[in-house]
């Protein structure tokens, strides 16, 4: 009976997982389906026909294509500042012991913590009240903000588990402070950073709410889609949709290979250097 | 270099000052500017000013409590709903996961990186009365012949619960990632069975991730409008949609700007509250 009600209860887990994940990807699944539909109108919401039109040249419409050139300029420049700016935050958290440790870590955390709207509205509020005109520089000031956050802590979590004594390593054998940094250190941070960087990337060309408050007539990828949704959303939206997400997948799937490959590489060559012993 | 060496100490404050510059002149700076905003009065022919106008926060009160009381209402039942669906999810990927575990975690997390109003409106397609769950509903119906699922309160939970889940799947994998199997294995040698072994070992020690996740979920929920936008209809409408809409299309900046320090106050009132009944202290270390 106990066995039975294991066995149910083991089986029953792996259904309700597989349902989740069903959930979870349906809606990509519909974006990618009506990626290939022929609509008849300009409502993309029924389907009418199989095409594979939308494929073949799925940036002729002038304002999407500036749209997400906008974006990932803004996306671009937004995660390298962020990234550069969120590293040494988190190199003086961990590294150093100083006063003002606890007021820095709470302006990391309160960004995070602040809905988007709140922190749109309030830089609306800066701008208008000093005559700041909004447009791609603002844009760019306002996503910084909620990149830095992401940033540290992405980069504070390779930087906990860092070995101080290869650092040592380096000055003992005559590097300087620069030198050590740039051939010991950022190497080994390296993956944070690039997953910061990408983080930032991420989050800065999906942003919505807060570039809606500070964008003036600069229009973006997710603003370009909100002025559409109103009159009917171009096919070739989803094919950008469907291009997303297999982009995202496949760096991340890349991501974790590199990494099991790595960590199999080094138990062989951990187990061979204790056989030698 | 020389001027580093003679005062280590400067190191840190060098470190984190172009990074906080930055923070405060665009993160706190601005949260002033909307509070005076807030107690401003005029319009945006005259213009606007510092008049001390507490009364906007009256009005805005007032005039808009159902929507607040709505956005706290969807955001608490869609963060209970993500964390009834995240949690078998992540359970399983993380218990069940084997060599498979962080390809599946890329699975559950890359639908999320699909820019966030291309899956709102997904959402719209799913639920559209001409869609497939609409017709099946009907046909077994739990829907009435008419009954509609978008354009209702449903479907505007529904899109809020979809577009947070990683918020709460996230944390609740980091937490359920740490549980130790051989704790499991010992409470069932103690005899007991895997309601008992849940409640006592895996609930317990994915608390932390329980309290994160649901805080990262429901901040972000209750400030939504996107959702209620495209998935409702004015009767949906949450505190978000007054905030936005008072701020870019009425353009009264005042009111808009009292209605985000409401919205403000009340998440971090209401974190205060859940944390010291968690005993977010005991949790987080």
Same mark, same amino acid.
């Given at each position: 009976?106990?066995?039975?009600?294991?066995?149910?209860?083991?089986?029953?887990?792996?259904?309700?997982?597989?349902?989740?994940?069903?959930?979870?990807?349906?809606?990509?699944?519909?974006?990618?389906?009506?990626?290939?539909?022929?609509?008849?109108?300009?409502?993309?919401?029924?389907?009418?026909?199989?095409?594979?039109?939308?494929?073949?040249?799925?940036?002729?419409?002038?304002?999407?294509?500036?749209?997400?050139?906008?974006?990932?300029?803004?996306?671009?420049?937004?995660?390298?500042?962020?990234?550069?700016?969120?590293?040494?935050?988190?190199?003086?958290?961990?590294?150093?012991?100083?006063?003002?440790?606890?007021?820095?870590?709470?302006?990391?955390?309160?960004?995070?913590?602040?809905?988007?709207?709140?922190?749109?509205?309030?830089?609306?509020?800066?701008?208008?009240?000093?005559?700041?005109?909004?447009?791609?520089?603002?844009?760019?000031?306002?996503?910084?903000?909620?990149?830095?956050?992401?940033?540290?802590?992405?980069?504070?979590?390779?930087?906990?588990?860092?070995?101080?004594?290869?650092?040592?390593?380096?000055?003992?054998?005559?590097?300087?402070?620069?030198?050590?940094?740039?051939?010991?250190?950022?190497?080994?941070?390296?993956?944070?950073?690039?997953?910061?960087?990408?983080?930032?990337?991420?989050?800065?060309?999906?942003?919505?709410?807060?570039?809606?408050?500070?964008?003036?007539?600069?229009?973006?990828?997710?603003?370009?889609?909100?002025?559409?949704?109103?009159?009917?959303?171009?096919?070739?939206?989803?094919?950008?949709?469907?291009?997303?997400?297999?982009?995202?997948?496949?760096?991340?799937?890349?991501?974790?290979?590199?990494?099991?490959?790595?960590?199999?590489?080094?138990?062989?060559?951990?187990?061979?250097?204790?056989?030698?012993? | 270099?020389? /001027?580093?060496?003679?005062?280590? $100490?400067?190191?840190? #404050?060098?470190? @984190? +000052?172009?990074?906080? *510059?930055? %923070?405060?002149?665009?993160?706190?700076?601005?949260?002033?500017?909307?509070?005076?905003?807030?107690?401003?009065?005029?319009?945006?022919?005259?213009?606007?000013?510092?008049?001390?106008?507490?009364?906007?926060?009256?009005?805005?009160?007032?005039? /808009?409590?159902?929507?607040?009381? $709505?956005?706290?209402? #969807?955001?608490? @039942? +869609?963060?209970?709903? *993500?964390? %009834?669906?995240?949690?078998?999810?992540?359970?399983?990927?993380?218990?069940?996961?084997?060599?498979?575990?962080?390809?599946?975690?890329?699975?559950?997390?890359?639908?999320?990186?699909?820019?966030?109003?291309?899956?709102?409106?997904?959402?719209?397609?799913?639920?559209?009365?001409?869609?497939?769950?609409?017709?099946?509903?009907?046909?077994?119906?739990?829907?009435?012949?008419?009954?509609?699922?978008?354009?209702?309160?449903?479907?505007?939970?529904?899109?809020?619960?979809?577009?947070?889940?990683?918020?709460?799947?996230?944390?609740?994998?980091?937490?359920?990632?740490?549980?130790?199997?051989?704790?499991?294995?010992?409470?069932?040698?103690?005899?007991?069975?895997?309601?008992?072994?849940?409640?006592?070992?895996?609930?317990?020690?994915?608390?932390?991730?329980?309290?994160?996740?649901?805080?990262?979920?429901?901040?972000?929920?209750?400030?939504?409008?996107?959702?209620?936008?495209?998935?409702?209809?004015?009767?949906?409408?949450?505190?978000?949609?007054?905030?936005?809409?008072?701020?870019?299309?009425?353009?009264?900046?005042?009111?808009?700007?009292?209605?985000?320090?409401?919205?403000?106050?009340?998440?971090?009132?209401?974190?205060?509250?859940?944390?010291?009944?968690?005993?977010?202290?005991?949790?987080?270390?």
């Amino acid at each position: 009976m106990r066995r039975a009600r294991r066995f149910a209860g083991h089986h029953l887990l792996t259904l309700v997982a597989l349902l989740g994940f069903i959930y979870i990807l349906a809606p990509i699944a519909v974006i990618a389906l009506f990626s290939f539909n022929d609509p008849a109108g300009k409502y993309n919401y029924t389907w009418q026909g199989f095409t594979t039109q939308y494929w073949q040249n799925p940036f002729d419409i002038p304002a999407l294509r500036d749209a997400l050139i906008t974006s990932i300029q803004i996306a671009l420049l937004a995660s390298i500042i962020a990234t550069v700016l969120g590293t040494l935050i988190s190199l003086a958290l961990v590294r150093h012991a100083f006063r003002g440790r606890g007021t820095t870590n709470l302006l990391i955390f309160l960004p995070m913590s602040t809905p988007e709207i709140v922190m749109g509205a309030s830089l609306l509020a800066l701008f208008l009240n000093l005559g700041v005109a909004t447009g791609f520089a603002t844009i760019l000031l306002a996503h910084v903000v909620f990149c830095i956050a992401f940033c540290v802590v992405t980069v504070k979590a390779r930087l906990v588990g860092f070995d101080r004594r290869l650092e040592e390593a380096a000055m003992d054998l005559g590097a300087n402070e620069v030198r050590t940094f740039l051939r010991v250190t950022l190497p080994l941070i390296l993956p944070g950073v690039g997953a910061a960087a990408l983080l930032s990337f991420a989050l800065s060309v999906d942003d919505f709410v807060i570039t809606n408050f500070t964008h003036g007539t600069v229009v973006t990828f997710p603003l370009f889609i909100w002025g559409a949704a109103r009159v009917g959303v171009p096919v070739q939206v989803n094919v950008i949709g469907t291009l997303i997400f297999l982009v995202a997948v496949g760096i991340m799937a890349i991501g974790v290979l590199v990494s099991t490959v790595r960590a199999r590489r080094d138990r062989a060559l951990a187990e061979r250097a204790a056989e030698a012993h | 270099m020389g /001027y580093l060496r003679r005062h280590p $100490r400067a190191v840190p #404050y060098l470190l @984190i +000052a172009p990074g906080l *510059a930055w %923070l405060a002149v665009l993160f706190v700076v601005p949260l002033y500017y909307l509070v005076t905003t807030s107690l401003q009065s005029g319009d945006i022919y005259e213009g606007f000013r510092l008049t001390w106008q507490w009364s906007n926060y009256g009005d805005m009160l007032s005039q /808009y409590r159902p929507q607040l009381v $709505r956005s706290a209402l #969807y955001a608490a @039942i +869609a963060t209970v709903a *993500a964390l %009834l669906i995240a949690y078998p999810i992540v359970y399983f990927i993380a218990r069940r996961g084997g060599q498979w575990k962080s390809l599946l975690l890329v699975l559950l997390v890359a639908p999320f990186f699909v820019t966030y109003l291309i899956r709102t409106i997904a959402w719209q397609t799913i639920l559209a009365d001409e869609g497939l769950v609409v017709g099946v509903l009907r046909d077994v119906h739990i829907l009435a012949p008419d009954g509609r699922l978008l354009a209702t309160s449903f479907a505007v939970v529904a899109g809020i619960t979809y577009n947070y889940f990683p918020f709460m799947a996230l944390p609740l994998y980091v937490a359920l990632e740490q549980l130790d199997g051989r704790l499991l294995e010992a409470s069932s040698d103690l005899y007991a069975n895997s309601v008992r072994s849940f409640l006592r070992v895996t609930l317990p020690i994915s608390l932390p991730g329980v309290f994160a996740g649901t805080l990262t979920t429901f901040i972000p929920a209750m400030g939504d409008f996107v959702n209620a936008q495209l998935l409702g209809t004015p009767k949906q409408y949450m505190i978000g949609n007054v905030i936005q809409s008072k701020f870019l299309v009425i353009v009264d900046y005042p009111l808009a700007s009292a209605g985000a320090v409401i919205l403000m106050v009340l998440i971090l009132v209401g974190v205060a509250i859940y944390a010291r009944a968690l005993g977010a202290e005991r949790l987080t270390g």
